[in-house]
Each structure stands twice: as structure tokens, then as C-alpha cells.
């Protein structure tokens, strides 16, 4: 049985008779019987419960053996953030004994966590820490059986980090007793990576499939017309998220991976308003993520925006699994991704050598190994000094003379000082090399036309941002770099091809289609740094209130 550690008080806390008579209002006391199961591992979680006389037992079935993780006493309530998601269930729970319960349901929870401050911090910091339990531990039934040199695995892997689901990971090549997991389950070495779910599994699903059978978005109800929609959930539209369903409003928020965008990946942001001692992108936008829940707002994982269409109103987005979501105004933060590097090969090495993100998966996968960053901006600098304290050594590879342009100060004297980074300016990767596995590259220097082949087999590219724009079909402006422009930088022959039909012109962050919005690293001209994003997010909902009011 895991331990739980000295936050028993806050993981577990019980609550007094003041703070269940006010939860009584909310719910209903009920008897139970002996053995009654009231929460069960797969079901959707529809209420959660405080225990008044008796016993609750709290245990994870895994390969056919319960393992105990809590008995919940008088005062103690169930639940962890499976409860606050409306997501299914990663534990059963059961009253051992007869007692009496006080059941509530989700809804219920919302209007307590939005209402009552006392509560609302008590109940969210226990399901935080109870998530972080499950994780810890690998606890929850779900495992992913995958390999190292797999890029759908690093993939997965990523993805159920990423969206802090809890779950084991077994590697082909390294795990014993693999073979007979295999043979249960009837999967081929070749099949890998698999997600194992209950007695559901899935061979190499995508990030939509999985999210699917483990039902990330079970308790979201999409069919309605939202008062506004929020394409991404990175700092901006978490940020816009947050405010728009903290004031009101009916907020549906469309995530193609995971809460946090790009700078989810960052090992640590350091430079962020509040955290001296920096915080990771993961936990960021974690607590983003919560945050906008706390306050009502639907946030769709895996569902990608795949057109726009924006001829009539309520503007409607059709999503790549055939869905449609409606609304009267959008926020679009959908952000850029790094830029990928014209080599022939690319795209065979990208997940099994080759990556777009510097967090601690990858940082496994370089320990005692060189590795090779490309790029100058910042999270370029904060891969390379997260990295040295894995790898044996960091090479990065700038194009221009050196980072001052390009990288806050701080990274840049952090990285001269380090003595396993080397700076190799005017240097750029020409080719790639290997078979299955990246094995070695080559990059040559601008300055002298040299060129040198190292046996480096992890290359992570961090340069340029290309937005992620191509799914608004034509509906906005965009500029040259294909970003979109907003407020004053629309041009009167950019609002005449757009035929504006308003007397008033476009408001600050407002596109050249009335009630769409840009915010964050999508939008033409901003500043790629995350408190500019999050502050974007918050303007562009005072100017969301005032369209939604014309």
C-alpha cells in the first residue's frame, strides 16, 4: 500500500459541523448498506459524497487486486479533480459498514466552489493533492505499453503527462514479464504504443481516442450556443477563459493536446510575475486549467478546431471528429509552433530523435548523452540549462553571431557559465542521419562553410513560430507571416476586403470579423512572452462584454 505523507490533514482534511451544515443545504443524507459501492472505477462522476457516521473505503483495482489507498473517517469527503471535470472515475469507493452519507452532486460542487471561499479552497487543494497522489503512485488502471525509439509513445506519454492523468508505463524493451501482459491483452510488439484502459484497449490511438475512452470530456455538453468560444488553451486562452467564465459568461474552450499550449513544455519559467522561484509550464497551465473549471468553463481536450465558419451568426467551428460547436463571439489563442527545418528526412525522426518540446520525458531519454538545441529565443535557453543537469553535453545552434537579440539576460549568463553547454553560433543542421532512430547529424558553419558530423542522436528544434492559422479559411486578416492582425494595425483596404459592416472601428484586439478576437503568440505584433499572453486574455473579455452588448 503507497504511504500518504504528512499532508494526510489537507490531502484527507475533515470538515466541522458548521461546514456540513452548509453543505446540507446542497444535498441529501441517505443511508447506505454494507459493501454499497458508490463511486466505480469507469463510471462518469456525477456526485461525491460526505461521510456523516461509518466508513468509506477508497481503493484501486488493479490486475484483479484492490490496493487501499484511504478509509475515509466522519468529516472526510470523496472525490479528487475527476469530480470537479465530471471525467470517469480512477477509483471505487465503497461503505465497508451501514452508514450515512451526504451525497452531492457535481453541480452542486460548482455552486460551492464559486460561492463559499472557505470550502472551495478545502475541497480544491484536496483534489489537487489527491490527483498528485494517484500520479505519484501510478495508481488509476490505466497503462501505457510503450517504447523509447517509438514516437507515438512519446507522444502518449506527453499527452497523459501533460493533461496530469494518472497511469504506469511499461517498456517493451525493458520491462520483465512483458510477454504475458502482451498475451492477455492479445497485443503484438508490433501494435505498441498501446493504452491500456479497463479492459478497453487501444492500439496506437491518436490523442482524440484517448481522451475519448478515458473520458476526458464526458462531462461537457457542447450542443448549446455558447456566449463565447476559446480556440486554445495556452496562457492567453486559459487567461480569457478564466475571466469570461469568472464574469459570467458561457465559455467553451477547444484544446487540440493539452492545457498550457507551447509553454507547457517549458521546464521552467522563471521570469513570470509571482514565482521567484519560477514555475514549470505543466504546472502553470495546470493550475490555469482548474481555475477556469472553478469558475464554470467547459475545457474540451483533443477537440481540434478544423475550419471556421463564419458567414452567419452564431458563428459555428467544425472540429476534426466531425463535431460542431456554436457561438457569438470567439477568442482565438490557438499560438505557433516552432518552425520545422527543411531537411529531406524530418519527419522520420520526429518523435524518435527529433523534438519540439524540452520536458521531463524527453530529458530521460538524454541522460550521459550530447544533445543538440536549435534555436536563440527563451525556450531555447531554458531547454539547454534544464537539459545539462541530464545530459552529458548541450550543444546550441544559433544562425546569427549570438543570443543578446534574441534571450533575456539571465538565461544567457546562466548558459556562459555552464560548463557543459557550448554556444556554437552560425552554425545550422544540413542533415540528418540514422535508420529507425536518429544516430548522428551534421551541421555546418556559415562563416568558414565547414562542416562536421557528430554522433548525437537527440536534436530538439526551438526556432521561429509558424501561427496556427490555416483553419480560419479566409475569415480574417492576416498579415505577411500569416499572423493575424488586430485593432489599429487593420489597414482600411484590410477592412474593406473584410467588407466591415460596423460604423465603429475594430477594438484593440479585435479582428477584421466583428466578435472574433486574436490574443497571445497568434496575434500579428505581440510580445512572445507569457504574462503578455495571459494579459491579452484578460483585456480581450472587458471587449467581448461590449460587442456582446451592440
Not at 536534436?459 to 488586430?486: E, Q, R, Y
Amino acid at each position: 500500500m503507497p504511504q500518504i505523507d504528512d499532508s494526510r490533514h489537507q490531502t484527507f482534511p475533515k470538515l466541522d459541523s458548521a461546514q456540513i451544515e452548509r453543505l446540507a443545504a446542497f444535498g441529501r443524507r441517505r443511508r447506505t448498506a454494507p459493501g454499497e459501492i458508490l463511486i466505480e472505477v469507469g463510471s462518469s462522476v456525477k456526485h461525491f459524497f460526505v461521510l456523516i457516521e461509518g466508513s468509506i473505503e477508497i481503493v484501486s483495482p488493479t490486475g484483479g487486486v484492490e490496493i487501499p489507498i484511504v478509509t475515509h473517517e466522519p468529516g472526510e469527503f470523496t472525490g479528487e479533480l475527476d469530480v470537479l471535470l465530471g471525467r470517469k472515475a480512477l477509483v471505487r469507493g465503497r461503505t465497508p459498514v451501514a452508514s450515512e452519507i451526504l451525497e452531492l452532486d457535481r453541480s452542486a460542487l460548482g455552486q460551492i466552489v464559486q460561492t463559499d471561499p472557505e470550502l472551495s479552497e478545502i475541497f480544491l487543494r484536496a483534489f489537487v493533492l489527491r490527483r498528485s497522489y494517484l500520479i505519484t503512485n501510478s495508481l488509476g488502471g490505466v497503462v501505457l505499453v510503450g517504447s523509447s525509439h517509438s514516437a507515438g509513445t512519446l507522444r502518449l506519454r506527453a499527452f497523459l503527462t501533460r493533461n496530469g492523468h494518472p497511469h504506469a508505463y511499461v517498456d517493451v524493451e525493458r520491462a520483465e514479464g512483458m510477454q504475458d501482459l502482451l498475451d492477455h491483452f492479445a497485443i503484438k510488439v508490433t501494435d505498441v504504443p498501446v493504452l491500456i484502459c479497463g479492459e478497453t484497449v487501444l492500439r496506437n490511438p491518436t490523442n482524440a481516442e484517448a481522451a475519448n475512452c478515458l473520458g476526458f470530456n464526458s462531462g461537457i455538453d457542447d450542443t448549446s450556443v455558447h456566449d463565447l468560444i476559446v480556440v486554445g488553451a495556452g496562457p492567453a486562452g486559459l487567461a480569457a477563459a478564466v475571466y469570461a467564465a469568472s464574469e459570467g459568461l458561457n465559455v467553451m474552450v477547444l484544446e487540440s493536446s493539452a492545457p498550457g499550449g507551447q509553454a507547457g513544455s517549458s521546464s521552467r519559467i522563471e521570469n513570470y510575475l509571482g514565482f521567484p522561484t519560477g514555475v514549470t509550464g505543466q504546472e502553470l497551465g495546470a493550475r490555469a486549467f482548474i481555475q477556469a473549471q472553478k469558475f464554470g468553463a467547459n475545457v474540451a481536450i483533443a477537440r481540434v478546431a478544423a475550419s471556421l465558419k463564419c458567414a452567419h451568426q452564431p458563428f459555428a467551428i467544425e472540429l476534426a471528429d466531425g463535431g460542431v460547436v456554436e457561438g457569438n463571439a470567439i477568442v482565438v489563442a490557438t499560438g505557433a509552433e516552432y518552425r520545422r527545418l527543411p531537411l529531406p528526412n524530418l519527419a522520420k525522426f520526429e518523435g524518435s530523435g527529433v523534438y519540439y518540446g524540452a520536458g521531463f520525458i524527453e530529458a530521460q531519454f538524454c541522460k550521459d548523452e550530447e544533445i543538440a538545441i536549435v534555436g536563440g529565443g527563451n525556450s531555447a535557453g531554458q531547454a539547454a540549462v534544464f537539459l545539462s543537469m541530464h545530459a552529458k553535453h548541450v550543444h546550441l545552434l544559433v544562425r546569427g553571431p549570438g543570443l543578446a537579440d534574441s534571450m533575456s539576460r539571465y538565461l544567457i549568463r546562466r548558459i556562459e557559465e555552464c560548463p557543459t553547454i557550448t554556444l556554437r553560433p552560425f552554425t545550422q543542421i544540413e542533415a540528418l542521419e540514422g535508420d529507425e532512430h536518429l544516430e548522428r547529424i551534421r551541421w555546418r558553419k556559415s562563416q568558414t562553410g565547414l562542416s562536421e558530423v557528430r554522433d548525437i542522436r537527440h536534436v530538439f528544434l526551438m526556432t521561429g513560430a509558424s501561427p496556427n492559422t490555416d483553419w480560419l479559411n479566409g475569415c480574417v486578416a492576416l498579415d505577411d507571416n500569416h499572423f493575424i492582425k488586430t485593432g489599429s494595425d487593420l489597414q482600411p483596404e484590410d477592412l474593406g476586403a473584410a467588407k466591415w459592416p460596423l460604423r465603429r472601428n475594430p477594438y484593440l484586439l479585435e479582428t477584421s470579423l466583428p466578435r472574433v478576437f486574436a490574443v497571445g503568440d497568434v496575434r500579428s505584433g505581440s510580445v512572445k512572452r507569457v504574462a503578455s499572453a495571459v494579459g491579452e486574455g484578460s483585456i480581450a473579455i472587458q471587449l467581448v462584454h461590449k460587442v456582446l452588448a451592440e
